[in-house]
């Protein structure tokens, strides 16, 4: 049988392909994800966390019923929500400035060495007054060891060892025999040989027969909270080392962590003195004198961000609620604390309508007044938010009924409809876990509210948003599906065109662009979203040399027209009632 010969005539091995980078197809952008800017019991400070389920904030922010926020998110995940991003915010120290007591801290302590010299501070892993219930201790705890089998000269910088396991790197070892002792850190360990500095000089001279032998010495750090131990064993105070104490406690307690203080005190007088169990002291929670500036943050660009302005720079974030806005009004009822929760409020305003990606849930002070509720609406004009009053009596984690404003609820109901399309009304769908309203509301002032766009609640085999309008007077952005479903195009193409950068602005470019819109624009309209009996009603796209002209083309702009017809949701269905009347006398 003759062999084909292989169209490859290379020799075998490894060699280098180049294969064409596919062009993503353009996909319907997640709108679901909400991010939330509160007070929390614990929690990393001013920076935003991703956050997949509860359990996965109770165990990093905790819970407290000081403030909306913890219940918010719960009330998130429950109505459908699947994943937000939290951002902790307390009343911070102005940079530049020292702490007060009005200020966030964390509970510490400062552990002293064994001549009485500062060389740890431990402290609690974030700021707050759940620190102060955290207790430490600290133990002397001897590691490996092993016999020296060569002697030693004064002034020795390496020794032969019977074994080396055990010792590593940043170790702080004893040599000692029945009568002496010399203290060195490893610097390298080898095959049954380890090396240290000549700066911490061997004093005396060791001999192998006397018996001598090496030991690690190390510490152990105790933490113990509630119902949460942990245990941190063969700790160094070498920064070689790879069980530095500070570096391996921050790696792995969720409880703690150490700061190192640079003790000058030598070598092993510097590690931690036994300490039996003390608790940390000083954490405050720096919620008593937060000021709206301190939800607001501030962004001086990437790793210097904080509050709501923290949040803004996460690009995921399509949704927004801060019900800890309401805690304001609830501390100062009357102009100074209505003022301050419009500020914080106005603020996420802003972020939605700069950014133009996502949408605001707001909500209003409770009130029995239903012409106060409406002048807290009116100032606003924006189709970036929608507002929701009055306030919902809820089942709570603890399983305690709470009043809550309704903006973290309604942001899970908002990811629930989202599952059957940006395009559907965030309304009309029982919100889970909730009792009843704070306020029951007429129909005369359902209707009053509505025409206000303050979108109340039904009770309706369990309560159910009813309403669906932004705050905005321009009739064309009047529902909230309208705006979020152009919220998600902006999304899509964004990140569906986002490759288009650098290509060439050219006729062939233009044209895949058509294709690719037209056909993503012709599957939101099969699924309902776009209105329209044909594709031509529904939407047009254009990007042709009409749109970019030779001096655009020079400028480096490419620009597609896009317009398409949304679908208005049926606030009224409008029933028409014939009746046949019998004639006189039949």
């Not at 049954?192 to 090496?214: D, F, V």
């Amino acid at each position: 049988m003759r062999m084909r010969p292989s169209a490859d005539q290379r020799a075998p091995g490894i060699y280098q392909t180049y294969d064409p980078v596919g062009i993503p197809s353009m996909q319907i952008a997640n709108t679901r994800i909400a991010g939330f800017a509160g007070i929390t019991q614990k929690g990393p400070m001013n920076e935003p966390t991703r956050l997949g389920n509860w359990d996965e904030f109770l165990e990093i922010f905790g819970y407290s019923q000081d403030s909306y926020t913890a219940d918010s998110v719960y009330g998130f995940f429950k109505n459908g929500g699947t994943d937000c991003w939290v951002v902790r915010v307390a009343h911070n120290p102005v940079r530049g400035e020292l702490a007060t007591i009005d200020q966030a801290s964390s509970a510490e302590h400062v552990q002293v060495d064994d001549w009485n010299k500062p060389t740890l501070k431990i402290c609690a892993l974030n700021e707050g007054n759940w620190g102060n219930a955290i207790w430490v201790r600290c133990v002397h705890a001897p590691a490996a060891e092993a016999l020296l089998i060569s002697d030693l000269d004064i002034g020795a910088g390496e020794a032969q060892v019977n074994t080396t396991r055990g010792f590593d790197v940043g170790s702080t070892v004893r040599i000692y025999d029945r009568e002496n002792s010399d203290y060195i850190v490893i610097t390298e360990v080898g095959d049954k040989r380890i090396k240290w500095s000549t700066a911490t000089p061997i004093n005396r001279r060791h001999r192998a027969a006397a018996p001598t032998h090496l030991e690690v010495l190390t510490f152990e750090i105790h933490v113990a909270m509630k119902d949460r131990r942990e245990v941190f064993k063969g700790l160094q105070m070498h920064s070689s080392s790879r069980n530095y104490a500070p570096r391996l406690v921050s790696q792995r307690s969720r409880l703690v962590r150490l700061e190192d203080l640079q003790s000058k005190s030598p070598v092993p007088h510097n590690m931690p003195r036994v300490l039996p169990m003390t608790r940390l002291s000083g954490g405050r929670d720096g919620v008593d004198a937060i000021t709206p500036e301190d939800f607001i943050g501030l962004d001086n660009g990437p790793g210097d961000r904080s509050g709501l302005l923290a949040l803004a720079a996460t690009e995921e974030v399509a949704l927004l609620a801060v019900p800890d806005a309401m805690r304001f009004h609830d501390r100062e009822p009357g102009p100074a604390g209505e003022l301050k929760a419009q500020r914080v409020q106005d603020q996420v305003i802003s972020i939605c309508e700069l950014q133009k990606d996502r949408f605001a849930i707001l909500d209003i002070p409770q009130s029995k007044d239903i012409e106060w509720v409406r002048r807290w609406r009116r100032r606003t004009d924006s189709s970036y938010c929608a507002y929701y009053w009055p306030w919902l009596r809820v089942t709570a984690m603890d399983e305690k009924l709470r009043i809550l404003p309704p903006s973290g609820y309604l942001a899970g109901c908002y990811a629930r409809r989202d599952l059957e399309g940006v395009h559907h009304a965030p309304a009309n769908l029982e919100i889970e876990g909730v009792q009843d309203i704070s306020l029951r509301v007429t129909e005369d002032h359902i209707g009053i509210l509505n025409a206000d766009s303050v979108n109340t609640f039904r009770i309706q085999r369990g309560v159910r948003p009813w309403g669906a309008r932004t705050a905005s007077s321009d009739p064309e952005w009047r529902y909230v599906p309208i705006r979020r479903l152009f919220i998600m195009l902006r999304r899509s193409l964004e990140s569906g065109f986002a490759w288009i950068t650098f290509e060439a602005n050219n006729a062939a470019t233009w044209e895949y662009i058509r294709k690719e819109v037209t056909q993503f624009l012709t599957g939101l309209h099969t699924m309902g979203m776009l209105a329209g009996g044909n594709l031509e009603e529904a939407f047009f796209v254009k990007c042709d040399a009409e749109t970019n002209p030779a001096e655009q083309i020079d400028s480096g702009i490419l620009v597609c027209e896009i317009g398409v017809a949304p679908v208005h949701p049926a606030e009224f269905i409008m029933i028409s009632l014939t009746q046949t009347m019998s004639a006189p006398g039949a």
